[in-house]
């Protein structure tokens, strides 16, 4: 499987503007900046998608783990933040709110880490991971 996704990118750093295209057309011409990046300029910006990214695919593999291991989830709602910290991501942290019928708390936890180390995307990021998983 291969996705795509295109940037066009004018102008210089600080005064210049780009546009991101998915091959979904999710994102279709969306506007990203210096502003939208390093400020609170409207549009995206990389750190943005890749929380997106992370959050999603994360929340994909708990799903089929649940499943697996005989649970069917009502909600699992994750957000990640990303951290770019002088020109460099540093990090993502993943918060977890779930609601899972009949799962004990060890369970959970177990299913949970598992899922956050063998996720694709946390297996494609090279910074560090935390995770914290709260069982309603």
């Known amino acids: 499987m291969k996705r795509r996704s295109t940037a066009v990118w004018q102008g210089n750093i600080k005064s210049g503007n780009g546009h991101l295209t998915t091959g979904s057309a999710v994102l279709s011409q969306t506007p990203y900046s210096f502003n939208s990046r390093f400020a609170d ?4 910006n990389p750190e943005e998608l890749l929380a997106a990214a992370h959050a999603g695919c994360f929340t994909m593999k708990l799903s089929l783990d649940l499943t697996n291991a005989g649970f069917v989830p009502d909600e699992l709602e994750t957000d990640s933040v ?8 540093t990090s993502s942290v993943l ?9 004990t708390e060890t ?30």
């Open 82 to 89: 990303i951290t770019l910290d002088n020109g460099k991501i």
């Open 107 to 136: 369970q959970f936890q177990e299913i949970a880490r598992q899922a956050e180390q063998t996720c694709p995307v946390s297996q494609a990021f090279n910074f560090k991971i935390t995770l914290d998983a709260v069982l309603l």
């Open 41 to 44: 300029g409207a549009g995206t």
């Open 95 to 103: 918060t977890l709110k779930a609601r899972v019928p009949g799962i």
